[in-house]
C-alpha cells in the first residue's frame, strides 16, 4: 500500500470548464472515506478569481485542499510545444511535465481529465501496485489496439510495431513520478509527437501510447468508463465528446443526471446548459490560442 504522501491529484482546467471540474472534484470528495488527505494541484489556463473562490468554497476543507499552478509554470521553458491540426488545446500536454510543478518529495501522481466524476473512493485507484511500471492506464474501449484504422497509430508498422499492441486513453494517469522523470518521458512524447504529426489525431495520446508500450499497467475498465456506453456500477465515468453541461449532450442520460447531481452540491448548482454557439466559440478560442503560440 501506498502511503507516503496525501493523494496527489492533478487536473488542468479554464474558465469555460470550471462547472466539470466541480463536480469532479465534488464527486471525489463525497465519496472518498479513507481519511487520506487530498491535494488537487490545478493547472489553471485562465481561470478567474472569482471562479477560484467558488471552487475553494466548494470543496476545501477537512484535509481536501487546492494548490493553484499557471499554465506558464506547468512546461518547462525550453520545451517546444507541437502545433496540430486538432482542436485539442495545447494544455494537454501540461499532464506530461507532473514532475515539474509538482512538490519534489512526490513518488507518484494521479492525473484525471476534468470531463468526469468519480463514483468510488479514490484511494482505492492511488493504492494501485505498480509494479515495475512506471504508469497505470485503462485500455481505451473503442481503439482497443495500435491497428485501430480511425483513431490508433496509423503508422504502427513503418515505426516496426505490432498493431495488436493495446492502447491506453490518455484522460488518466496514475504515474511514478520518479521513473517517469529519470526517464524524461514528457520529452519523448513531445519528441514524438513532432516527429509523427501528420499520423497524430489524438496527438499527446497518440504519442504516450507509443512511449509507453509495454510499460503501463492495465487498470480495471471501470477506471475510466465512457458515458457512451452504460454500465451497471463503473467506478469512473468520463464524459467523452459532447460534455453533459452543454444542451447537445447526447450520451446516457442516468449518467448526466449525475453529474448534475454533484454539480448541485458546488457554488454552480444554478448553471444552467450551454448551447452549440457557446461551445463552438471555445473550440476557436482554443485553436486561436495554437496560433499564437505558433508565432510567439
Known amino acids: 500500500m501506498y502511503t507516503a504522501h496525501p493523494i496527489t491529484i492533478v487536473l488542468v482546467n479554464d474558465e469555460h470548464f470550471m462547472p466539470m471540474a466541480a463536480a469532479l472534484l465534488k464527486s471525489i470528495q463525497v465519496n472518498h472515506h ?12 485562465g481561470i478567474s478569481k472569482s471562479s477560484k473562490k467558488k471552487l475553494e468554497k466548494t470543496v476545501v476543507k477537512d484535509g481536501f485542499s487546492i494548490i493553484w499552478k499557471d499554465i506558464s509554470e506547468a512546461i518547462p521553458s525550453d520545451v517546444k510545444l507541437p502545433i496540430d491540426k486538432t482542436t485539442f488545446p495545447i494544455t494537454v500536454y501540461a499532464r506530461y511535465f507532473m514532475a515539474h510543478y509538482l512538490p519534489k518529495d512526490r513518488e507518484r501522481a494521479l492525473f484525471l481529465d476534468t470531463d468526469m466524476i468519480v463514483r468510488k473512493e479514490i484511494s482505492q485507484l492511488w493504492h494501485t501496485d505498480l509494479g515495475e511500471h512506471i504508469a497505470a492506464m485503462v485500455q481505451d474501449p ?4 495500435f491497428d485501430n484504422d480511425w483513431g490508433g497509430v496509423k503508422n504502427y508498422q513503418e515505426l516496426g510495431l505490432d498493431g ?9 494517469y496514475l504515474v511514478d513520478l520518479k521513473k517517469w522523470e529519470a526517464e524524461q518521458i514528457g520529452r519523448k512524447i513531445l ?34 468508463h465512457f458515458a457512451s456506453e452504460e454500465n451497471p456500477d463503473p467506478y469512473l465515468i468520463h464524459f467523452i465528446s459532447r460534455k453533459p453541461m452543454y444542451a447537445s449532450y447526447e450520451y446516457s442520460k442516468v449518467y448526466q443526471e449525475e453529474f448534475y447531481k454533484y454539480l448541485r452540491m458546488t ?15 471555445q473550440k476557436i478560442r482554443k485553436i486561436l490560442d495554437k496560433f499564437k503560440t505558433m508565432f510567439r
Not at 479513507?34 to 493547472?43: H, K, L, R
Not at 495488436?164 to 488518466?172: C, D, E, K, R, S
Not at 501510447?209 to 503501463?216: D, E, K
Request: proline share 4%; aromatic share 14%; glycine share 6%.
Open 191 to 224: 519528441n514524438c509527437v513532432h516527429d509523427n504529426i501528420k499520423y497524430a489525431n489524438y496527438p499527446d495520446q497518440y504519442a504516450a501510447n507509443i512511449v509507453l508500450q509495454g510499460r503501463w499497467h492495465h487498470l480495471e475498465s471501470g477506471w475510466n
Open 34 to 45: 479513507s481519511g487520506e488527505p487530498i491535494e488537487v494541484y490545478m493547472v489553471s489556463d
Open 267 to 281: 457554488e454552480w448548482r444554478n448553471f444552467k446548459s450551454i448551447g452549440e454557439s457557446a461551445r463552438y466559440i
Open 142 to 145: 473503442r481503439i482497443v489496439t
Open 164 to 172: 495488436q499492441l493495446p492502447y491506453f486513453n490518455a484522460g488518466l
